[in-house]
């Protein structure tokens, strides 16, 4: 239907306001790109390779990072995802009504706290308590490779925890969601088969797989690029190992420790291609996980 | 079923709206008119005359289209995507729908009180108000004025006067509704649509309306939706019934309730469905 | 019958491990709330408020300057993102079904996926980079950046509250899409959207990776736009990383500082929500 003047004047007006936003991200892209050309041009795929980080001698390689990211938040999800789901289940399945309201908010209040308090709680507060169950795992564990070297409380076990704390209330409020939006008429189908309440809970999960998926990838999205805390607790020596217990590194924590100290531009450029790497991988994970999220929430919509 | 009151306003009505219908002196006039929502066709060729200055009721069941063609007047129906008219209606001789037609300055001619009574969360004072302010009025010895005017016409005025600086969420349903209307009239509109503007208010509240609109009626052309058929004998003058998008028969209230041409309006106001 | 019972037993066991799963994440909840309170809640005096930071290794001062730099960041931040955002959200609200909207909707949710830390670079690119100089202005901008997406979608829900009766009465009154917007549909809403303004402020509040090569920190006195830039978390960081004692304790009163803003900010922000939510449905 036709429409008056005034509300193409408003729709134009307040359009170019939204385009912002969507300028923004493409200009974020597109400078990081611009930025970092001199290291993208001198090594290429061998920056995502290399081993070696020498700004003296102006050799770059950011595969220790990269790792580090990686390793840490595959770890940190092993350790969240279980507890994040079985908050999930617990608030939206199991809680009596009363607590249901208080302990989403107070979940979801350990993503209100900032990272730099939760590096600072992790320096001071876990990171002794850490270093005594180090100190406890018995000898022939210590002997794998995920346990060895001295154990110092620092590093990748210690950014590992931080981290899968840090990722719950992300997963869990999203989890929660998609479960309460799970037709009542699935669970019903599986208790008037004779289900017990942990089987109703599993087909609902089951209805919901591919968002709770998206819900697990969305805290793999905060994971990877958490920075503070992670800087804090982790050790920052670049080194790729399996180990637990081993000082490691992750792209957010180089940047954060090493941007203002880059004294030449090929330095500069070195480090915002991981920062253009690490907005390429967010995006991508995000991407992956809204859709997922999306899909589900479309097709709970539909009656089932 | 008619009480007594009823047919007395009935008869009351009748003499005037009778001589009206000789010179026919039509307000709003519907010709041919079609609308679509997407592809699907809601209303088919209405074609009707809305009388000056008197109640024209428009009765049918749910979804029969009578909301639609009520929205279609002040083209509140702009709103909704998709949303596709055909045909025209004039309002004083100039077609709505031409392509000259300030929406905007029509819905100041034409004003609206739908079925939930929507307050602005904004003072009592200021919800009247609010149509002359955006229109530019200023000038606060000219607002109160109309503010109060409008109040007293809508018989609100009495119970409101020492608190128009109030929340109008304070107000009661029926008060709520009644504020609606005075903020309709404050515009100083020619027509008054009303979309079932009685249908979410208690007994007492809805008698209430119903005198106000028998009032209002002297000043303004008058158009309501309703579902309630005792309503629509008691309030209107003329009764347009609607089935499935097509407008079955239309003629004085006393004609269609007392002596229905098609047997389909006669089962509808005996209640055989609907 | 025993297999009846096996059941039973893995469903209780499985609904126990839900409940442990609740504990585990309030036991840290608690541990850093306890601590927080604990070593910053005494560590608090007036001169945390009123005094300058004592240069290296020397005991007591304060942390005036930064508290100061936190709140003209978030100043900052609030003038740009908050008439963007909110416009943005209008125009989401307003057309919530049209193809632009889609991709900005889908914008934004990117926005606000992006590591914090690649905000402060991209920030650094455009504010320090060209001027040579780390700024106020720098370190709002990468804040802006950050809780653009936030005031964007609470803006849009919050409109999309709005009883669609409250357009409706303002356009049969003959306002204009323009006016029916500004004068009755966002009037309705502006608590809540205050209220997620705030909220998104506290959130930035507490970043302290953008702030780190755009704002810059400054151990002096310093309110210039165009100037480095002290602020809590930064000071938190810095004293967190320093070997001394009396660093320690101010790191932690900094904490304190933060986690109750950020407390406050979020209780006042539910509460004004649910009554939102309530005047809602008359």
């Known amino acids: ?304 | 079923m008619l009480t007594a009151i009823d047919m007395e306003r009935f008869n009351a009505a009748l003499a005037p709206s009778a001589a009206a219908l000789e010179s026919m002196n039509a307000k709003i006039s519907v010709r041919d008119f079609d609308f679509f929502y997407g592809s699907a066709k809601v209303l088919h060729g209405i074609t009707l005359d809305i009388p000056d200055r008197q109640v024209t009721a428009l009765i049918g069941p749910s979804g029969c289209g009578k909301s639609t063609f009520i929205r279609s007047i002040n083209r509140m129906n702009d709103i909704i995507p998709n949303a596709r008219a055909k045909g025209t209606i004039s309002i004083d001789g100039r077609a709505i729908y031409s392509s000259d037609t300030d929406v905007v300055s029509l819905r100041r001619r034409v004003g609206m009180v739908f079925q939930r009574s929507n307050p602005f969360p904004k003072s009592i004072y200021d919800n009247i108000a609010y149509g002359l302010r955006i229109g530019g009025m200023r000038n606060r010895r000219e607002l109160n004025n109309v503010v109060e005017r409008s109040l007293i016409r809508a018989a609100l005025w009495d119970e409101v006067k020492d608190r128009l600086n109030e929340s109008a969420f304070a107000l009661s349903g029926g008060q709520q509704q009644r504020l609606c209307i005075a903020r309709a009239l404050a515009v100083d509109p020619e027509v008054l649509l009303m979309d079932e503007p009685a249908s979410a208010l208690d007994p007492i509240a809805t008698t209430k309306i119903e005198e106000l609109i028998w009032d209002l009626k002297v000043n303004y052309t008058i158009v309501i939706v309703t579902h309630n058929m005792q309503q629509a004998a008691r309030v209107s003058d003329r009764t347009a019934f609607f089935m499935l998008g097509r407008l079955v028969e239309y003629a004085d209230t006393k004609t269609i309730f007392m002596n229905p041409k098609e047997k389909m309006t006669e089962d509808y106001v005996t209640g055989r469905f609907g | ?282």
Not at chain 3, 22 to 37: G, H, N, Q, S
Not at chain 3, 115 to 126: E, K, L, Q, R
Not at chain 3, 229 to 238: D, E, G, K, M
Request: glycine share 8%; with cysteine.
């Open chain 1, 1 to 304: 239907m036709r429409r008056s003047a005034d509300d193409r004047v408003f729709r134009i007006t307040t359009g170019m306001f939204a385009a912002i936003v969507l300028l923004l991200v493409i200009g974020i892209g597109f400078e990081l790109w611009r930025q970092s050309m001199l290291s993208i041009d001198k090594f290429g795929f061998r920056f995502w390779t290399g081993r070696v980080w020498d700004p003296v001698s102006g050799e770059f390689g950011a595969l220790p990072f990269i790792w580090g990211t990686l390793y840490s938040s595959f770890l940190a999800l092993l350790l969240s995802t279980p507890i994040a789901l079985g908050i999930a289940i617990y608030i939206s399945e199991l809680s009596p009504g009363m607590l249901r309201q208080p302990l989403a908010y107070l979940t979801e209040l350990l993503a209100a706290i900032p990272s730099i308090v939760y590096g600072l709680w992790g320096v001071f507060v876990l990171t002794p308590i850490v270093r005594k169950l180090e100190l406890l795992l018995p000898e022939s564990l210590r002997r794998t490779p995920f346990f060895s070297g001295p154990p110092l409380g620092v590093g990748m076990g210690m950014a590992a925890i931080i981290l899968s704390i840090m990722v719950i209330p992300f997963t869990s409020s999203v989890a929660r969601e998609i479960l309460k939006n799970v037709p009542i008429a699935q669970r019903e189908a599986a208790y008037a088969l004779g289900a017990t309440r942990w089987e109703a809970i599993k087909v609902a999960i089951g209805f919901g797989k591919t968002g709770i998926i998206g819900a697990i990838m969305l805290g793999l999205g905060r994971a990877l690029g958490e920075t503070m805390a992670v800087t804090m607790v982790i050790g920052n020596n670049p080194q790729i190992s399996p180990s637990l217990y081993a000082p490691q590194y992750t792209m957010a924590a180089v940047i954060a420790n090493e941007f203002t100290e880059a004294a030449d531009d090929l330095y500069l450029h070195a480090l915002i291609e991981i920062g253009l790497l690490l907005f390429i991988i967010t995006i991508f994970v995000n991407f992956i996980s809204r859709f997922f999220i999306w899909t589900t929430k479309q097709r709970m919509e539909r009656p089932a």
């Open chain 3, 1 to 282: 019958m025993s297999k009846a019972w096996r059941r039973k037993i893995i469903s209780a066991i499985a609904e126990g491990f839900c409940a442990i799963a609740v504990l585990l994440a309030l036991i840290p909840l608690a541990m850093i709330l306890f601590y927080v309170v604990k070593q910053g809640f005494t560590s608090l005096n007036w001169a945390f408020f009123t005094q300058m930071p004592k240069p290296v290794g020397e005991a007591g001062g304060g942390m005036a300057n930064a508290i100061v730099g936190t709140l003209i960041l978030i100043a900052i931040a609030a003038l740009l993102a908050v008439p963007i955002g909110c416009i943005c959200g209008i125009h989401l609200a307003e057309y919530p079904t049209s193809k632009f909207s889609s991709i900005v909707r889908f914008a934004a949710d990117v926005l606000n996926g992006v590591p914090s830390i690649v905000v402060g670079m991209f920030a650094y690119i455009i504010a320090v980079l060209p001027v040579k100089r780390f700024s106020a202005f720098a370190g709002g901008l990468a804040l802006a950046v950050l809780m653009l997406p936030t005031v964007v979608r609470t803006t849009e829900e919050l409109l999309r509250l709005v009883p669609a009766g409250l357009r409706e009465g303002a356009l049969a009154l003959g306002a204009t899409r323009t006016s029916a917007v500004f004068t009755v549909i966002v009037p309705a809403a502006l608590p809540g959207i205050l209220t997620g303004v705030l909220v998104a402020l506290a959130r930035v509040a507490g970043e302290t990776a953008p702030l780190l090569f755009t704002a810059f920190g400054n151990r002096f006195w310093s309110i210039s736009l165009r100037q480095p830039i002290a602020s809590l978390t930064q000071q938190v960081y810095l004293y967190a990383n320093s070997a001394y004692d009396d660093w320690h304790r101010q790191a932690w009163a900094g904490a304190f500082l933060l986690v109750m803003i950020i407390l406050t900010l979020s209780i006042i922000a539910r509460l004004s929500v649910r009554r939102l939510e309530r005047m809602n449905r008359p």
